[in-house]
């Protein structure tokens, strides 16, 4: 009787073209824990190519760079970061968690890794993105430490050889509400605040937001916000910016 790495060798032979397993196939390979190698398989073929094969799932990409590529127990399949990013497309978010716990654990990516994929795909329309994200801020959370955008904005300037900001200080009150802000440079006014999770913010969250930055300004404070992306990706403005931003400040 025939295993269930041969069943899917066999149907990945019969596809004529490129074929990644994906989504539980491919979290089965690598192994992400919660998830067991058998059919119906999930695979994967760039949207040139309408490929189906009766009785399993045929998922199609634009774009799919080598970084995303890997071999799994013989098996072409998507690399641990994108198996977990194609997850997040379906999968309920407990099951998610586990699976990028397990991931991270076993060393099979990182954290910096995945959250700079994210931001190298998100443009791309992946439902995976948000869900994703929402599993690695539960991680954060659970652990009670900075977030990762603000550990990589540390990061940044400490390589910039600029001093070192203090995190999450609270610089009065909004009613009977706390403002929090994610970074302040010591001895100014200056401010950051690093738009990580916020995306997509709903019009509730759009307004709590500049109620918030609105109070800073008019007490005072030079306040500098930069986006998820623009961290990861444009880092050398960011600090350009923030160098800016000391010149202009004041003494607190």
């Known amino acids: 009787m025939s295993t269930a790495i041969d069943q899917l060798i066999e149907v990945i032979a019969s596809i ?16 992400f824990d919660g998830y067991v190698l058998k059919p119906p398989f999930h695979l994967m073929t760039e949207r040139e190519h309408n490929i189906k094969r009766v009785g399993h799932f045929m998922h ?19 690399s641990p970061s994108r198996t977990l ?11 998610l968690t586990v699976a990028l716990d397990s991931a991270l654990r076993d060393g099979l990516t990182s ?18 993105v948000r869900p994703l994200l929402r599993a690695l801020e539960g991680n954060e959370i659970v652990r009670g430490g900075q977030s990762w955008l603000e550990r990589e904005f540390l990061r940044l300037a400490g390589a910039a050889s600029l001093p070192r900001p203090l995190t999450q ?21 200056l401010v950051v605040e690093l738009l990580g999770y916020r995306w997509h913010r709903t019009k509730p969250q759009l307004h709590i937001d500049t109620q918030r930055i609105n109070e800073l300004v008019l007490r005072g ?6 986006t998820y992306p623009q961290v990861v990706e444009m880092p050398n403005w960011v600090i350009e910016q923030v160098h800016h931003g000391l010149d202009r400040a004041t003494a607190a």
């Open 16 to 31: 004529p073209c490129e074929c990644w397993a994906a989504g539980p196939t491919a979290a089965a390979l690598h192994p």
């Open 60 to 78: 199609t990409t634009t774009r799919l760079e080598l970084i995303d590529r890997a071999w799994a127990q013989g098996v072409p399949v998507l």
């Open 85 to 95: 990013l194609h997850l997040g497309a379906s999968e309920p978010q407990e099951r």
């Open 111 to 128: 954290e910096d890794f995945v959250h700079r994929r994210i931001a190298a795909l998100r443009t791309s329309g992946r439902d995976g």
């Open 169 to 189: 200080q609270v610089l009065g009150r909004r009613g009977d509400t706390l403002i929090r802000v994610d970074c302040r440079f010591p001895g100014t006014n």
């Open 221 to 226: 404070f030079l306040v500098l916000q930069f």
